[in-house]
């Protein structure tokens, strides 16, 4: 990551302004897998422009499908997976490297995946031996259960798999979205289901492409559809528009969000009920969503289980901090490793700024304080630390993100857009 430090301008006058955020790229990548899945032209609007979205993009084009991107929408020739061996790089992209990985199983060529250094470094296990149960073969070039791994010549066939409910739901998913074109899957889970709303993301978009899936507490049933070509239409992201959020709830004043209220089916959408529990107020106009939260009020301390919703622990914990009282956040220790330790990581880099944080074994407990010291913020490869710690610049003076430039893995636009309520 190229370095670059961000200074972020603490303002004593409160926000009135709009922002648009982008797609998400969550919803965005599965919609992608669907349409390469599909026999037929696919086309996906208001696709996010972040690295995971184009790293997932290229991975398409160099198995030899067609995309062709125009501004915010892509068009997809799916169906012809190709024949040829080929190395997919999914750079720093987890959500991308998994789903990768199952559309490899179903190749018939030989596929490697690979990745930076800190993907190399996130375990895939649970998702590998899953697919060898349904007949993929699966080489490691390095250390078992981490990229880079190499899948084929062997296809996987229709099956059961048993795989835990309470590991990374894009294992889940992954297994899910193959299921069409192989016939129909049975995934039975081991263990109790803890991400639902991202399984039911899943399920969702392969259904607008025409898939049927059944999800239960213990099993998922994908029947034998094949997927039909759509056109697909990405919904605002609720993991970025949660900083925004956040940033007018400390700070103060008035934000629209433009078309926010026509994302229906993310987790993260609670961010909504959090900031009103802590004395925002929340509005639907038309198709907006507008937080509203009065300069210099008394922020109420939060007890909250994250643990559907774990991206938006960096950008919460700003909040805790500005709160008065002791809050929690709990069901999210499996976040320590996501694109960083986003628990110690965090609270690293909070208690050097003087915060009362400290890392439990399934979350953080955090305590209000009246005020913090700047500093220059590390943000250890991780876009959503770096959002946070921004927004936390504009009530804290002389606070500078470093590495800055980490938010295109979500949001390449995030400084531009964001200029007003960052200053």
């Given at each position: 990551?190229?370095?670059?430090?961000r200074?972020?301008?603490a303002?004593?006058?409160?926000?009135?302004?709009?922002?648009?955020?982008?797609?998400?790229?969550?919803?965005?990548?599965?919609?992608?897998?669907?349409?390469?899945?599909?026999?037929?032209?696919?086309?996906?609007?208001?696709?996010?422009?972040?690295?995971d979205t184009?790293?997932?993009?290229?991975?398409?084009?160099?198995?030899?499908?067609?995309?062709?991107?125009?501004?915010?929408?892509v068009?997809?020739?799916?169906?012809?997976?190709?024949?040829?061996?080929?190395?997919?790089?999914?750079?720093?992209?987890?959500?991308?490297?998994?789903?990768?990985t199952?559309?490899?199983?179903?190749?018939?060529?030989?596929?490697?995946?690979?990745?930076?250094?800190?993907?190399?470094?996130?375990?895939?296990n649970?998702?590998?031996?899953?697919?060898?149960?349904?007949?993929?073969?699966?080489?490691?070039?390095?250390?078992?259960?981490?990229?880079?791994?190499?899948?084929?010549?062997?296809?996987?066939?229709?099956?059961?798999?048993?795989?835990?409910?309470?590991?990374?739901?894009?294992?889940?998913?992954?297994?899910?979205?193959?299921g069409?074109?192989?016939?129909?899957?049975t995934?039975?889970?081991t263990?109790?289901?803890?991400?639902?709303?991202?399984?039911?993301?899943?399920?969702?978009?392969?259904?607008?492409?025409?898939?049927?899936?059944?999800v239960?507490?213990?099993?998922?049933?994908?029947?034998?559809?094949?997927?039909?070509?759509?056109?697909?239409?990405?919904?605002?992201?609720?993991?970025?528009?949660?900083?925004?959020?956040?940033?007018?709830?400390?700070?103060?004043?008035?934000i629209?969000?433009?078309?926010?209220?026509?994302?229906?089916?993310?987790?993260?959408?609670?961010?909504?009920?959090?900031?009103?529990?802590s004395?925002?107020?929340?509005?639907?106009?038309?198709?907006?969503?507008?937080?509203?939260?009065?300069?210099?009020?008394?922020?109420?301390?939060?007890?909250?289980?994250?643990?559907?919703?774990?991206?938006?622990?960096?950008?919460?914990?700003?909040?805790?901090?500005?709160?008065?009282?002791?809050?929690?956040?709990?069901?999210?220790?499996?976040?320590?490793?996501?694109?960083?330790?986003?628990?110690?990581?965090?609270?690293?880099?909070?208690?050097?700024?003087?915060?009362?944080?400290?890392?439990?074994?399934?979350?953080?407990?955090?305590?209000?304080?009246?005020?913090?010291?700047?500093?220059?913020?590390?943000?250890?490869?991780?876009?959503?630390?770096?959002?946070?710690?921004?927004?936390?610049?504009t009530?804290v003076?002389?606070?500078?993100?470093?590495?800055?430039?980490?938010?295109?893995?979500?949001?390449?636009?995030?400084?531009?857009?964001?200029?007003?309520?960052?200053g």
């Amino acid at each position: 990551m190229m370095s670059s430090v961000r200074a972020i301008n603490a303002s004593r006058t409160p926000l009135d302004c709009t922002v648009q955020v982008p797609g998400s790229k969550s919803i965005a990548n599965r919609a992608l897998v669907c349409a390469a899945l599909s026999h037929g032209e696919s086309v996906i609007q208001n696709i996010p422009d972040g690295d995971d979205t184009f790293a997932m993009l290229d991975a398409l084009k160099a198995m030899g499908l067609p995309c062709q991107v125009t501004k915010n929408q892509v068009t997809v020739i799916g169906g012809d997976l190709g024949h040829s061996n080929v190395t997919l790089n999914a750079r720093l992209a987890g959500t991308t490297s998994r789903f990768l990985t199952a559309v490899a199983a179903v190749r018939a060529g030989g596929t490697t995946i690979d990745g930076d250094d800190a993907l190399r470094r996130r375990p895939m296990n649970d998702l590998h031996d899953a697919l060898r149960q349904i007949g993929a073969d699966i080489r490691y070039s390095g250390s078992n259960g981490l990229l880079p791994v190499t899948l084929g010549p062997n296809i996987a066939r229709s099956g059961v798999v048993s795989i835990r409910g309470d590991i990374s739901s894009q294992f889940i998913s992954a297994l899910m979205m193959i299921g069409p074109v192989i016939g129909g899957l049975t995934i039975q889970l081991t263990s109790q289901l803890v991400s639902r709303p991202y399984v039911d993301m899943t399920r969702v978009v392969m259904e607008s492409f025409g898939a049927r899936v059944t999800v239960s507490e213990k099993i998922i049933t994908v029947h034998a559809d094949s997927y039909k070509p759509a056109r697909f239409v990405v919904e605002p992201d609720f993991s970025s528009a949660a900083v925004p959020i956040v940033a007018t709830t400390i700070r103060g004043g008035k934000i629209r969000l433009t078309g926010l209220g026509l994302a229906t089916t993310q987790s993260d959408a609670c961010i909504l009920d959090i900031v009103q529990q802590s004395g925002a107020i929340v509005e639907r106009e038309g198709d907006d969503i507008v937080v509203t939260s009065q300069m210099g009020q008394v922020l109420q301390p939060l007890q909250l289980h994250l643990s559907d919703s774990s991206d938006l622990v960096p950008i919460v914990a700003m909040l805790c901090l500005r709160a008065t009282g002791t809050s929690s956040i709990d069901g999210v220790g499996f976040i320590r490793a996501k694109e960083s330790d986003r628990l110690g990581d965090l609270t690293r880099e909070v208690v050097k700024l003087g915060g009362r944080i400290e890392v439990l074994p399934d979350g953080l407990e955090i305590q209000g304080v009246d005020s913090l010291n700047g500093q220059t913020m590390n943000t250890y490869d991780d876009h959503r630390l770096a959002m946070a710690f921004a927004v936390l610049g504009t009530v804290v003076s002389g606070i500078s993100v470093n590495d800055s430039a980490v938010v295109s893995k979500s949001w390449p636009s995030f400084w531009l857009d964001m200029a007003q309520v960052l200053g």
